[in-house]
């Protein structure tokens, strides 16, 4: 037997699936004229009513910590915005319902945020635009109703008078205005198109996230919630800030553990399709479609080549060391605070007979320029007392570099890869992929490395394994530093062939690697 009408609004009022079902027209499945809601929606649409109680200062809200904001990961298409777009609808509906009191609409507020002003304006018009014209919200929520302030940027309900509005829409790197707000929702805070062309920077991702946490948030009301909806990107992006503040984190796959589609009644989410988009581009399967910053096989530099490894040390003794140089190479940062990076600093040794490095120990830690520089002339002077160190000579390494030479250390300054004068930071990092690919880099077993406490080892191929979107480059650099520098010896020495043809990246396995 149908719902009546009064019956409808009842549920419509219970349930925020019901309500989008009915409002909304839908291309997905629908029973009895309903939308019929997915599992990976039920998981969103779930979180959202808890949001709402708390918002709606219901049972236990005073006592939500940290935990009441929310972070939500979903493959593009999913309707994650969809859903959020539905949400403030059923929100400022039932804060209309009593709540709030006969003052209710002095009361609710809400900001959206997107990564650009239009885009964030989109949403604005379409919660507006259900407001005025939709005849279910209007029969679920009668109490709502426009006012003669009906802006795209901002708007109010009839009965907001004060000087928060109703809705506020604005761009991440916009001015954000002392409104308050009961909810902030964030919603793709980094532009795809952004990062497709090279043009977002770990500094831009940090002030994205500076913007958030210093503005953004600080304009929650008590019991006031916020909800990010987004693509990941990078190791460090919004999402990974929200999870290490305490928010609740909603990650939807495209892929179960078994390879199964979470929506294969979909064509664009078919397994097969999925599938085959994983095959086809990895990286951007893992980022969009599960969530991850990098693909399990790595970006730049595979898995597959951090595999190679040794047991004991390559020397056999004291006269066959003498076959091998020590080497060292630093990424420097001389500060230590929130937002700065590391300094790293790899220690290799460097086989004279066939050139294999084996890579003997990492440093890695934030530290003022003094700490710095007694970091390197401990290793240079005491702990392993290499032939060759390896200083990016840029800010804090060309001060230390400097500072160590007049106590007479030898240090060597290597130009910022890409500066006029020397390699495109790509062209040495395809040195360093070709190295890798051909063996001849020897991570310490994990057997050698539990025997000697050596935990930097799986931290570092996860750093490589995520260059260039991890959180930080400072690994990396050093390591591809490391490589190229090593590769410039060789060349010094008489042993590279220049006239030997190398292996290109994109051509035939079957040419000789020469490195």
């Not at 002339?377 to 007392?385: G, V």
Request: net charge negative; aromatic share 12%; proline share 5%.
């Amino acid at each position: 037997m149908p719902l009546s009408d009064a019956e409808k609004v009842s549920l419509a009022r219970q349930s925020l699936a019901f309500y989008i079902g009915w409002a909304h027209k839908t291309d997905m499945d629908v029973e009895d004229g309903q939308a019929v809601p997915q599992p990976h929606h039920e998981t969103i649409i779930n979180r959202m009513e808890e949001v709402a109680a708390i918002i709606l200062r219901t049972g236990d809200w005073r006592n939500a910590g940290q935990e009441r904001h929310t972070a939500i990961v979903a493959p593009p298409g999913s309707a994650k915005t969809t859903l959020l777009q539905g949400f403030y609808e059923w929100l400022l509906g039932l804060s209309s319902l009593g709540y709030y009191g006969d003052n209710w609409a002095d009361m609710i507020h809400m900001g959206h945020v997107s990564h650009s002003a239009d885009q964030a304006w989109r949403m604005s018009f379409a919660v507006r635009d259900t407001i005025e014209h939709n005849d279910v919200f209007r029969m679920c929520f009668p109490k709502v109703k426009p006012s003669l302030k009906w802006a795209e940027k901002e708007w109010r309900v009839a009965g907001c008078v004060g000087i928060h509005p109703t809705f506020a829409a604005l761009g991440v790197e916009g001015s954000m205005p002392g409104f308050r707000w009961n909810f902030l929702g964030l919603d793709d805070l980094i532009k795809p198109e952004a990062v497709k062309e090279s043009n977002l920077t770990p500094t831009d991702v940090e002030a994205i996230i500076y913007t958030v946490q210093e503005v953004g948030m600080r304009r929650l009301v008590e019991g006031g919630c916020a909800m990010l909806t987004n693509t990941r990107w990078f190791e460090r992006d919004p999402t990974s800030w929200a999870i290490d503040q305490g928010w609740t984190p909603i990650v939807i796959k495209a892929l179960d553990e078994n390879d199964e589609s979470f929506w294969p009644e979909r064509e664009i989410f078919s397994t097969e399709t999925l599938l085959e988009e994983r095959k086809r581009n990895p990286e951007g399967f893992a980022l969009q479609f599960m969530g991850e910053p990098a693909p399990a096989e790595g970006i730049e530099f595979k898995r597959e080549w951090l595999s190679y490894e040794y047991d004991q040390l390559p020397w056999q003794d004291s006269e066959d060391r003498m076959n091998y140089a020590i080497v060292s190479s630093w990424d420097t940062a001389g500060t230590r605070n929130q937002r700065s990076d590391y300094t790293a600093g790899w220690t290799a040794a460097v086989d004279l007979r066939t050139w294999d490095i084996y890579l003997l120990d990492l440093f890695h830690e934030k530290l003022e320029f003094p700490e710095l520089c007694e970091a390197i002339r401990d290793s240079t002077l005491y702990k392993f007392q290499p032939q060759f160190v390896w200083i990016e000579e840029k800010a804090t390494g060309q001060s230390a570099i400097q500072s160590l030479q007049r106590e007479g250390i030898h240090v060597t300054g290597v130009d910022a890869y890409g500066q006029r004068g020397s390699p495109k930071l790509q062209t040495v990092t395809n040195q360093a992929k070709i190295t890798l690919a051909s063996g001849r880099v020897h991570f310490p077993s994990p057997e050698f490395a539990m025997v000697y406490k050596l935990d930097w080892v799986e931290m570092s191929k996860l750093a490589l394994l995520m260059y260039p979107r991890g959180q930080h480059d400072d690994i990396p650099r050093a390591f591809i530093q490391l490589i190229f520098e090593t590769f410039r010896q060789q060349q010094e020495f008489g042993i590279y062939d220049p006239q030997q043809k190398q292996i290109g990246w994109g051509e035939s396995e079957g040419e000789r690697v020469l490195v």
